[in-house]
Structures are given as structure tokens and as C-alpha cells.
């Protein structure tokens, strides 16, 4: 009888820390829900690294935020529409910076990031080829 509940208790025991080492250390999920709002399983875009694709968002944004400085040098940028250039490309950052708020770049975010920073480059062209200049 005695070796039959030690048998029990070290089965619950087994089963206890079992489904504690499903989720991780300290809880942080991969089986179970965390507390944190994160689902019990993980999406497939998070089994990539979480942040794919942001470098190459980040050097877009600098290569067009050098290309409205070099038109406004230039002269072929005016103030006001550096302004609406320079409010747009804050406008992304914010967009991006909202988008991994919650530790993921998902594919349907980096393409909308994308999307806005390919209109923004035919802004800056647009304004750029206008013929109003700074003087």
C-alpha cells in the first residue's frame, strides 16, 4: 500500500514538473499561455528571428531621409515640402516602432512598412523633380 501511493505521488510529481518545463523558464512560454496575452502556441513567424527584415527598413528609411536632406541642400526641395517629406518618414518610424511593440515583425507588418516606404520614395521624387526651387 505504501509503495503503491509513493508510486502515485511521485507520478503527480513527474506530471507536475513535466507541464512546468513545457512552458520554459520562469513561464515564458511555450506550451501554455504566459499572463502575458502571448497565445499557447507560438505563430510561425515567430520561430524566425523576431525582428526579420527590420535592417533592411531601417537603411531604406536613412537612405531616404539623406535623399530629402541632399534635395533641400540642393535646392531643389523646398521648406514646406522637406516638412511634409520629413513628417512622413516620422510618420513610418512610428508605424514601425507601433509594429514591434509587441516583440514581432510579422510579414503582413514588414510589407506594409514596405508599401508606405515605397510611396514615400515617389513623394520625395515627385518633389524633388517639380522645378520648385529654393532660392
Do not use: C
Amino acid at each position: 500500500m505504501n509503495k503503491l501511493i509513493s508510486t502515485l505521488a511521485a507520478t503527480a510529481a513527474l506530471a507536475l514538473a513535466t507541464s512546468a518545463m513545457a512552458d520554459g523558464p520562469r513561464g515564458y512560454g511555450y506550451g501554455y499561455n504566459n499572463g502575458y496575452g502571448r497565445p499557447a502556441v507560438q505563430p510561425a513567424y515567430a520561430l524566425q528571428h523576431p525582428f526579420a527584415g527590420l535592417r533592411e527598413i531601417n537603411q531604406r528609411q536613412a537612405e531616404q531621409r539623406a535623399r530629402i536632406d541632399a534635395g533641400f541642400h540642393r535646392g531643389v526641395i523646398t521648406r514646406w515640402e522637406f516638412r511634409r517629406l520629413m513628417a512622413e518618414q516620422y510618420d513610418i518610424h512610428a508605424m514601425e516602432r507601433a509594429f514591434v511593440a509587441d516583440g514581432f515583425l510579422t510579414p503582413h507588418e514588414r510589407n506594409e512598412l514596405h508599401r508606405r516606404l515605397d510611396i514615400a520614395s515617389q513623394h520625395i521624387f515627385i518633389e524633388a523633380q517639380d522645378h520648385q526651387r529654393r532660392f
